[in-house]
Structures are given as structure tokens and as C-alpha cells.
């Protein structure tokens, strides 16, 4: 991956991104067959890992930025085997939180929606809970009427600034309450501080929480 650096860390490949890479790769059935949207990609790791072990499509975004973008595109380039990326397959797409849903909806090839969302250490953006939500509420699958077929959103983060922890788990919180998803906690794994100049307890701000968010099934096939 490039090491560039770039204001809005699009550069880094984040320790949250890390981790759920390895989980994935260690549950390949959560994306073989599968469409895979990946919000806020950086690193896009996951992403990748996603092509590689057999998911129909992936959508790789972040922010409409040209260098997060075409560094995107070169590290898939790099990492995605080419006849995915040919037959359009893997693509990658700039995209700003809750607006032009739409446009990343088009992308999918079943109805508007993905069939799993990846949301790695994006929760700390508290601002732009709001508009993540906005987007995970459009864009993962809803359950059919036989209750089958419902998307799933992971979430993994690390609580960098780790007096602001609660807020970061304010995206769960309101995803339940405001969307009605369950909410599941599969990993707590310690990786380490990020950075060595991060603040705080190194246990807290070291240490990778990852989650995964579905919509329930209908009130008829609970």
C-alpha cells in the first residue's frame, strides 16, 4: 500500500481493519456467494480479502477524494486477482457518508442493497454516526418474508481516544434503538497502541472490538 500520507488517514492500514481481515479470512462463509460493500475503506484490506475468498461483488468506498481512491485502485490492482477487477467485480467508488446513497445502491446487483456491510474504526467519527447510520440503513439487505436473506454490517473499532469511548458505542446504541438491529459482540483482541504517541490507558486505545449488526427477522417468522 502507499505510504503517502493524507489528512483524512486514508493512508493507514488500521489495526480494526487488520483484525477483522483475519476473521474473515477464518470465516469465509460470511462472504462467499456474497455482495460486499465496504464503507470508509482506507487500507481496504478487508475488502480484498472479501474478493479472494469468494464474494459475488465488492464495492470498495471512501471518501471522494482522488488520492484515497487512486490509491485504492492501485493496492487492488496489486492485491485483487485481475479477472475480478476486468469483469467488474471488485470496484471502488468515492462516496461521502448519507449522500448519494443512490449512487452506491446502483452498484449492487440485488435490489439497491449488500448482503454484508464493513465498517472498520469508523465510529470514532462521532459527527458522521448519523449519516452512517443513513447509509447502513439503505444499503445492507433487508430480511425477505420468509425472514431469510438479511444483510449483515460488521463493525470493528478501536477506542483511540479512550475518554470518548462511550460515544464511540453510541453507534450500537443508536443503531439498535433507531434502526432495530441486533447487535452481537464477536472478538475483544488486544493488538497494541496504534500509534505510540496515543494517549490514555494502552489496554483501552490497544484493543480491537468488533461487533456484527443485522436486521431482525419479521414479527411472523421470529
Not at 486514508?10 to 483484525?19: E, I, M, Q, S, T
Not at 484493543?207 to 443485522?214: I, K, L, S, W
Amino acid at each position: 500500500m502507499s505510504s503517502c500520507a493524507h489528512p483524512l488517514w486514508g493512508h493507514c492500514l488500521w489495526n480494526a481493519a487488520k483484525v477483522f481481515a483475519n476473521y474473515l479470512d477464518k470465516c469465509k462463509l460470511i462472504v462467499q456467494g456474497k455482495s460486499v460493500l465496504e464503507l470508509g475503506a482506507a487500507g481496504a484490506l478487508s475488502s480484498f480479502v472479501s474478493a479472494c475468498n469468494g464474494a459475488s461483488r465488492v464495492v470498495i468506498t471512501d471518501y471522494f477524494d482522488h488520492d484515497l481512491v487512486d490509491n485504492i485502485w492501485m493496492d487492488a490492482n496489486a492485491n485483487v486477482p485481475a479477472d475480478k477487477i476486468a469483469e467488474g467485480l471488485v470496484t471502488v467508488e468515492g462516496f461521502k457518508w448519507g449522500y448519494d446513497i443512490e449512487k452506491i445502491a446502483e452498484l449492487s446487483t440485488q435490489n439497491g442493497a449488500f448482503d454484508v456491510l464493513i465498517l472498520s474504526d469508523l465510529v470514532f467519527n462521532h459527527s458522521e454516526h448519523s449519516a452512517l447510520l443513513r447509509s447502513v440503513d439503505r444499503l445492507m439487505a433487508k430480511p425477505r418474508a420468509d425472514g431469510s436473506g438479511g444483510g449483515e454490517a460488521y463493525v470493528f473499532f478501536t477506542h483511540y481516544r479512550t475518554w470518548l469511548a462511550d460515544k464511540d458505542m453510541d453507534f450500537l446504541t443508536r443503531a439498535h434503538n433507531e434502526l432495530g438491529l441486533t447487535v452481537t459482540r464477536l472478538v475483544e483482541y488486544y493488538t497494541g497502541a496504534m500509534f505510540d504517541s496515543d494517549p490514555g490507558d494502552e489496554r483501552v486505545c490497544g484493543t480491537v472490538h468488533g461487533f456484527c449488526q443485522a436486521f431482525p427477522p419479521s414479527p411472523l417468522q421470529s
